[in-house]
């Protein structure tokens, strides 16, 4: 897929710049031809005689160098790659990027493209988290930019956490994918996601610790596949992801209605923890403390969504997948569970308290299927939805 393709890399000034010299070595192996641009900071990180040695081509470094708008300028420079690849993607050039600066080469270059960019972002981890990078990034995503990673790590500036640039593998994977079309393209998929609000009273609900973060994570990985996404959501922590159709609810019942509607589907995966119960006898009004004592709520059980699509005679999905959140015996249950709800996988995950995997960003799962039990690794919730992506992708791409 790579061969022949060029990508225009632009290396930013961080540590992580020395990676990008691998990765110029590793997308050439494969049969690209890279074209680097530097900023003004990588060069403190990585020389220019260095990085043209390993692309074997000219380095753009400068937006007002004349010979180089002799030769190509930005807006041609922008357009002749098949793919712009900003990596390291630092703080500064994410801020400029979402906010639509362009005082050096490569924002100008960034601007004027009108091909993809992915970001392959790297920073310190509370330059990751800050609230302004998150925003940025947020940002950039609606605008249609992709990114990989950052990943999990020990950082140069001695402290661990996400803001480490993803591995060459993983970036060349992204590029790989960003250049095609995707397995999944012409699918559509219906994951449901985060918790269920029922209602007590008009101010007041039950709910459950998910924060929605494992869903999101698997409807990106699936959109970044190529599918059309409908995302069916509770009230969740964390924002829907951009590039799918976003369909809010609040209960259970709700959530039923909307999946009924968004299908059909070639697969429809439930990461939402919906809640069993609803309460019958919610009030109209604020429920009032009286002297009569507690309130009595009376409850029922809610639709039953995976076992209710699961079990469609016509129409349906061709893969449902159902997740399961169990404190003990947590394959037991799991493969019980899919017996019970008819569905094709199960995705079990132990949620007791110590294992931090709710509301967390880390999962470990176990993927019950007719074949088996796979016990998966701990790793991130991103990495875990991009794992069952890639394994919805095979089960369902071959037309
Ligand atoms: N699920 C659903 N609708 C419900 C309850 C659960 O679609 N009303 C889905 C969840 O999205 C998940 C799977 O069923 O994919 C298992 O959810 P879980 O809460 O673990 O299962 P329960 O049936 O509630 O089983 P139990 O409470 O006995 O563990």
Partial sequence: MLAGKRILLIIGGGIAAFKS?????ELRRRGASVVPVLTRASEEFV???????????????????????????HIELSRAADLVVVAPATADLMAKMANGLANDLASTVLMATDKRVLIAP??????????????NLAALTGDGVLSVGPVDGDMACGEYGPGRMSEVPQIVAAIDAALSDGPLKGRH?????GPTHEPIDPVRYIANRSSGAQGTALAAALRDLGARVSFVTGPARVPPPAGVEVIRVETAREMADAVAAALPADAAVFAAAVADWHVVNAGAQKMKKTAGGMPALDFAENPDILATVAGMSSGRPGLVVGFAAETESVVDHATAKRARKGCDWIVANDVSAGTGI????????HLVTAEGV?????????????????????????R
């Fill in 21 to 25: 010299q691998e990765l110029i070595r």
């Fill in 47 to 73: 020389t220019p005689l260095s990085v043209s040695a390993l692309a074997a081509e000219k380095v753009y470094r400068d937006l007002f160098d004349l010979s180089d708008e002799h030769e190509m300028g």
């Fill in 122 to 135: 790297a920073m310190n981890v509370r330059m990751w988290q800050h609230p302004a990078t998150q925003r």
């Fill in 189 to 193: 998929v219906v994951v449901t996601s």
């Fill in 358 to 365: 709710m509301g967390g960003s880390e999962n470990k799962v």
């Fill in 374 to 398: 796979e016990d998966w690794p701990r790793m991130s919730k991103t990495e875990t939805a991009e794992r069952l992506a890639a394994r919805i992708a095979e089960a369902v791409a071959p």
